[in-house]
């Protein structure tokens, strides 16, 4: 079972600076990975799937780099609506399992 | 817009049954695979199961596999979670969302809360 780790479990910005969120993975996973953003009291949202693609209605200040067993989440510039909780989530091939990260928090400094 | 909504939440004492459900509009309900998540209080993501578009495929979470079951009604655009022998680490927040390209979901709906207490 492919386990992925994120780092770190807390980022404390401020609003304007850049946040790196980094995702690892035990094995490779390709380019299947995505990102999703978690406010609280509300549903995910879906931010990068196959590493580096944005969602629809994603703002172009969120971008998603990585292959393999390395991937990284930039937000090149922290607006408010942006401190969220974010989880790097893959899928296994056999048996098939969606699997998700424990998830980085972005909070105000 | 692809709307998803979850409902059939409740508390359940453990070893009972609930069934969850969540109606989809706004997309062709038949072309797309479904999956179930969980978030238990103040925890992270789970994914539970996913039915195939066409439900020829259904795959579990271990935890689950033999209590659980997925099902859709195409005539209804509606995905269901058949729980049973509930326990209380089945407490959380479920969530339907729709597959994108086999590998990650790209809509949820806003959950609905099971809390398995006696």
């Known amino acids: 079972e492919i386990v992925l780790t994120q780092s770190p479990a807390t980022l404390s910005l401020s609003p304007g600076e850049r946040a790196t969120l980094s995702c690892r993975a035990s094995q490779s996973v390709s380019t299947s990975l995505a990102w999703y953003q978690q406010k609280p009291g509300q549903a995910p949202r879906l931010v990068i799937y196959d590493a580096s693609k944005r969602a629809t209605g994603i703002p172009p200040r969120f971008s998603g780099s990585g292959s393999g067993t390395d991937f990284t989440l930039t937000i090149s510039s922290l607006e408010p609506e942006d401190f969220a909780v974010y989880y790097c989530q893959q899928r296994s091939n056999w048996p098939f399992l969606l699997t998700f990260g424990p998830g980085t928090t972005v909070d105000i400094k | 817009q692809v709307q998803l909504v979850e409902s059939g939440g409740g508390v359940v004492q453990p070893g009972k049954s609930l069934r969850l459900s969540c109606a989809a509009s706004g997309f062709t309900f038949s072309g797309f695979g479904m999956h179930w998540v969980r978030q238990a209080p103040g925890k992270g993501l789970e994914w539970v199961a996913v039915i195939w578009h066409d439900g020829s495929r259904k795959y579990y979470i271990d935890s689950v596999k033999g209590r659980f079951t997925v099902s859709r009604d195409i005539s209804k655009n509606t995905v269901y979670l058949q729980m049973s022998d509930l326990r209380v680490e089945d407490t959380a927040v479920y969530y339907c969302?729709?597959?994108?390209?086999?590998?990650?979901?790209?809509?949820w709906g806003p959950g609905t809360l099971v809390i398995v207490s006696s």
């Open positions: 969302a729709r597959d994108l390209m086999e590998r990650s979901v790209d809509k």
